[in-house]
């Protein structure tokens, strides 16, 4: 008997499962979408202007993801954004005439504020052993609070470079359509989509590749054993917490990318969006299971619900946020049937659906 | 010093708050042993344990490992020693897979390498035997597999020595067959496994040598063909062996014509198939099984602590409805449970608090004691129970094991049940205090309390029952009384088939 040599397919682990569950939602949802509504869902750019808006939370939610795994919170991210908004505008609009460098520094700067709320909520929460979600609650108001206090009325930037920035998008020919007049319209795609993308794909791989990701994982999992099997566990949480406050800085410069002014209420709420997204995408609150795969799709299932709504003869905020609540609630709930009846071995995929015969 | 030595503890003493916990043990492990580690609760095995592991820093004393000084001052350094551990609980993360489980924490490079990690892990498993596939999840193991992993994961490290604590507390018997081929094998391969345990079969079964403690001191170093059973008992309890002819003299068998207390027909709960049993007023009776036969699961159906699927229930003759705790409660039905960290005690919550609590529920919500009756009614029962505590405002997990029981014992106690199920009262807590609660058993009995009890150990049930109610596979399988209750009778009830 040798099982070293071919090895069985295993069957999908929750996680997995979690995530092809919200990958097949976002599948139905959007075909749904292009078969009643048409219009707009029919072409590139809806599913485009989806990345687009939406690539700063994206980003936190990726943000937010890392951390979740690795048992604890983060929902400080949307005030660092915020807060990183506003200081870009102020900074930008400081250096006006400071051409193509002062972009450079901007993002410097909405990077290292972000780092330097990884670092301090990083340390407080893995040397100092205080709970995440009371460092992060004090980190938030931090955030908000200096927001406001850099300006209290909204900051729009006027710098000609930054805005020649913000214009440039990445046309893509083939995906575009044909307007009335005959002109082809091509598909854009903003930076910060790209660059939302990119995180996407360099987070899972390194959740999935690195020896840090898997660490997170098994601190997540169950902290005491990752103790003993040789992880250390705090430098791993520091880091965890420090990678979340670098991406929410991204993320800040990402979203000046898209709408170029700062205000106090700038991706207010965005850190409960998140956390959403997060969970609709498979990751547990509880730690230890997760994929920013799945949390990409979460937030796409979000980002759909509100724009079927916003095209909707239902169009209206409180609608938006229903929906967004239902479906969280609805996917909690599936995920806890589905879990509890796989445990019990009495739900398995129909044998036409299996992926291999065995 | 012969040259097969792997581990050599001299004169390792260890105190806790002036409290002597180790005093100038030896311990000697030898390359391909298996040595067992014997002792009650409170002679130091753990204490010895966690001072060779690193989690406690030894007060005095030597340790060294293949002849060179070990200086261990944290699990890391132990296991850069060559000392592994496997604990009761798996210390290994159930969201991982095996592979994972067998490499994350001791590899270098940044990068993870699933491929020959995949091909390594097929490779152990495979040369040690044991049945778990590299991609599998590992909370979808069983706890058996699961604890051959962590061992898989010890002997790739190159472990010198490896410690078993308590690995078969929770195994069925063919798992515990599986794990002890696997400890054979490591044993062959040059492994000086360290066996902690308080199964005496298990002991004989697979150990070469046993060395002795009790309280804190050496009794001695046995080669285990050499030392009968009856005599490692002896030397594990001490001059306790007295106390336990006394005892045999103390039960009181006569189960009497006195009427019926508790009557259940058809009972089932979601986890109890269909069952019936009764008890007549001041019987002890007792549920007897392999682990996983139902004895516990029956009795929770009892309680109304699984949710009751069936049957019908009468108490002194009136038919009652008893579908959870409270209303057993009501109807006069006290319940120790298994697991007493997870279903007994509050740990945070003082003596007093722990004892009053089922007192008050039965009170109700709007009827609060004061608090001068409940300091009253603490103090009587640590004083008749002999609770060794502080003060009764000290946080019940701090005691002794035993001790938390005693408190469980008197939080039932004080609401004058008529009908007491304990399941697993004596487990493990020291002998004294075993002896004690057996006592307190057959005194209550006396008292007209019925009283259900449930033990691993049949000695005991023998000593304090005078009927027991025997299961198999979820189903009760026979009851023995009068004559039948010996040792011989109930081993083969319980083993079922022919003779």
Known sequence: MSTAGKQKRERLTDAQLLMTISICIFVFMYAAAMIFMGGGFLKTQQLFDLLNDNAALIIISCALTIVMIGGGINISVGGVIGLTVMAGALFLNAHSDGGPFSIVLTFLLAVGIGLAFGLLQGFLVSHLEIQPFIVTLAGMFLARGLTTMLSVNPVSVSHSDFSALVKTKIQIAFLGYTAKNGNLIPAKLEIGAVTAVAVVILVYLMLRYTKFGRNIYAIGGNQGSALTLGINVRRTRFYSYLISGLLSGLAGFVFLMHKPAGNASVAMRSEMDAIASSIIGGTLLTGGVGNVIGTFFGTMILATIQKIIALSPLNASWWQDMASGAMLGVFILLQSVVLSQRGRGRMGLPSWLKFRKE | ?499
Not at chain 2, 156 to 166: N, S
Not at chain 2, 289 to 303: H, K, M, Y
Request: charged fraction near 25%.
């Open chain 2, 1 to 499: 010093m012969q040259n097969n030595e792997v581990l050599r503890m001299r004169g390792i003493c260890k105190s806790f708050l002036g409290v002597r916990a180790l005093n100038n043990v030896d311990f000697t492990l030898r390359k391909g042993e298996i040595h067992a580690l014997m002792g009650e609760n409170g002679a130091g095995k753990s204490t010895l344990i966690k001072v060779l592991t690193g989690v406690y820093e030894k007060d005095g004393g030597s340790i060294t490992v293949e002849g060179k000084d070990a200086h261990i001052r944290s699990p890391q350094d132990a296991q850069k020693a060559g000392i592994s551990t496997v604990y009761q609980e798996i210390t290994l993360c159930p969201n991982l897979t095996v592979a994972e489980n067998m490499f994350i924490g001791r590899t270098k490079g940044a990068l993870v390498n699933w491929k020959e990690r995949e091909k390594r892990t097929a490779e152990i498993l495979d040369s040690l035997g044991i049945p778990a596939r590299p991609r599998q999840e590992l909370s979808g193991c069983s706890l058996a597999v699961q604890q051959m992993v962590a061992i898989a994961r010890a002997v790739d490290m190159q472990c010198k020595v490896l410690i078993l604590d308590e690995p078969t507390s929770s195994l069925d018997e063919k798992e515990v067959e599986m794990l002890f081929g696997l400890m054979r094998d490591l044993k062959s391969r040059g492994v000086g496994i360290i066996f902690v345990t308080h199964f005496l079969e298990q002991v004989y079964a697979v150990s070469d040598r046993i060395t002795v403690l009790r309280n804190g001191e050496l009794v001695g170093e046995y080669v285990a063909e050499e030392l009968p059973q009856v005599e490692l008992v002896a030397k594990m309890m001490g001059k306790d062996l007295k106390d336990l002819a006394d005892l045999e003299q103390v039960g009181v068998k006569n189960a009497g014509e006195k009427d019926m207390v508790y009557e259940a027909e058809n009972l089932s709960s979601t986890e109890a198939r269909p069952f019936g049993f009764h008890i007549r007023r001041g019987e002890v009776n007792g549920f007897t099984g392999l682990l996983g036969s139902g004895r516990s699961e029956s009795v929770r159906a009892v309680f109304g602590a699984d949710r009751v699927t069936g049957g019908t229930v009468k108490m002194n003759g009136k038919s009652v409805r008893i579908t959870n705790p409270h209303e057993a409660m009501k109807a006069g039905i006290g319940y120790l449970p298994e697991d007493r960290k997870r279903d007994g005690i509050i740990a945070d919550l003082s003596v007093r608090e722990n004892i009053i609590l089922a007192l008050q529920v039965m009170r109700g919500f709007f009827h609060p004691m004061s608090r001068k009756e409940m300091e009253q009614f603490a103090d009587e029962y640590i004083k008749a129970l002999q609770i060794k505590t502080a003060s009764q405002e000290t946080p019940v997990g701090s005691l002794s094991g035993g001790n938390q029981q005693k408190v469980i014992l008197a939080r039932w106690l004080l609401t004058h049940p008529e009908y007491l199920i304990l399941d697993e009262p004596t487990r493990g807590i020291d002998v004294g205090t075993k002896l004690e609660i057996q006592k307190l058993v057959l005194k209550l009995a006396e008292d007209d309390v019925s009283v259900t009890f449930i033990s691993s150990e049949i000695e005991e049930m023998l000593r304090v029952c005078s009927r027991l109610i025997v299961m198999r596979d979820r189903k009760i399988v026979g009851e023995l009384t009068g004559d039948d209750l010996t040792q011989a009778t109930v081993m083969k009830t319980i083993a079922g088939g022919e003779q």
